[in-house]
């Protein structure tokens, strides 16, 4: 898949593309993929989530699940990728410490 608002010549149109091709990234629509645009922590979750499945990779459960603040928010189509990077001590809400080993 070709991104029309990845440059050629960017250092990371590579990555881009490989994630794409790997299910990974799917851009926003219409062939674009805002590569200066802020990632949102639900975003991260599912791309996390994505390449996790993509390299078979099984991530255990280090927590309980927990119920963000926010947790109204968080949109149905990444609600699954939080919970299972929440429970796997990737991703942490506000306040919480989640990253003792």
């Not at 802020?38 to 991260?44: N, P, Q």
């Not at 994505?50 to 189509?77: G, R, V």
Request: charged share 30%; net charge negative.
């Amino acid at each position: 898949m070709r991104y029309t608002d990845v440059k050629d010549d960017a250092y990371y149109m590579g990555y881009i593309e490989w994630a794409s091709e790997n299910g990974i990234v799917k851009g926003i629509g219409d062939k674009k993929f805002p590569p200066d645009q802020a990632i949102t922590r639900e975003e991260l979750a599912v791309i996390m989530s994505n390449f996790a499945k993509a390299m078979n990779l099984k991530l255990n459960h280090k927590y309980e699940e927990n119920t963000f603040a926010d947790s109204t928010e968080i949109s149905a189509y990444a609600r699954e990728a939080v919970k299972e990077m929440q429970m796997a001590g990737i991703l942490s809400d506000k306040g919480i410490q989640m990253m003792k080993y």
